[in-house]
């Protein structure tokens, strides 16, 4: 949205009061500015007051990582009542080299984790998109730092941003996993990170990361089953079952 003003004056005063207009146009690629008009007509009681002979060439905003373009402001034949004028060529008027500065930086956005993940059986996610336009794909890959406690779902392990819908969001969806262990809650780390196959402008971008907390289910208790509880002086023996709701992590004694 930046402008260029470009100024004009003549080098001389116009005979029969003679007014002296001059095409412009743009080339390049007129996608990048705007020009305020297609000609400029000097007025003659304005030959040599440039600040009243004033041309806007303002840049627009394409949201393609593009570089800096270079571009003409390129002046046509003038037309006039004065003959000195209406003969000069447009090679004889002078053009105006610029370039529009892009302001476009590869990247990419994580958003906010949803909601926890429990063991018990439940799903969190969180969204990723393009901060800029791609001039060819952008794949990212997803991926956990610890399998245990969270996994990536298989539909949502790589995500594919094209050209044309590089601007809509896209959902990573994560599942809970249950370890059987009484660990505590735990914390773990989804890793997002740009493909080498992906547009060049994107790869070697840092990664980026969201975290996720998984809620423990498991309690340490001993449960004891009653099977047969009878007994004789005959010899008869009785039965009960005793097991662990959790894996330990050293053996149990129980006595």
């Known amino acids: 949205g930046d402008t260029l003003i470009v100024e004009f004056n003549l080098t001389t005063l116009p005979l029969l009061s003679a007014d002296v207009s001059i095409p412009l146009s743009i080339t390049g690629d007129l996608d990048e500015v705007s020009l305020s008009t297609s000609t400029i007509t000097i007025l003659n009681a304005n030959w040599n007051n440039s600040s009243l002979n004033r041309v806007i060439i303002t840049g627009l905003d394409d949201s393609v990582i593009d570089g800096d373009i270079p571009l ?55 969204f990723v998109v393009l901060s ?46 249950n370890d059987d262990i009484v660990d505590g809650d735990k914390t773990s780390t989804i890793l997002v990170s740009v493909d080498g196959t992906s547009d060049p402008n994107f790869v070697g971008l840092d990664n980026q990361s969201v975290n996720v907390v998984t809620i423990d289910d498991d309690e340490s208790n001993i449960i004891i089953t009653e099977i047969d509880l009878l007994t004789s002086e005959d010899g008869d023996q009785g039965f009960f079952e005793v097991r662990l709701t959790s894996r330990p992590d050293s053996p149990v004694t129980v006595s």
Do not use: R
């Open 132 to 177: 800029a336009k791609p001039n060819s794909p952008v794949v990212l890959n997803i991926s956990t730092n610890d399998s245990t406690e969270s996994e990536v779902d298989g539909s949502y392990q790589i995500l594919t941003f094209n050209p044309a819908e590089w601007n809509i969001p896209q959902n990573v969806y994560l599942n809970s996993v």
């Open 72 to 126: 003409k402001l390129v002046t046509g034949d003038p037309k006039s009542a004065d003959i000195e004028y209406e003969n000069l060529l447009a090679s004889e008027v002078a053009d105006v080299d610029f370039s529009n500065l892009d302001n476009d930086n590869p990247g990419f956005i994580v958003g906010p984790i949803s909601n926890n993940l429990e063991e018990a059986g439940n799903q969190a996610n969180f």
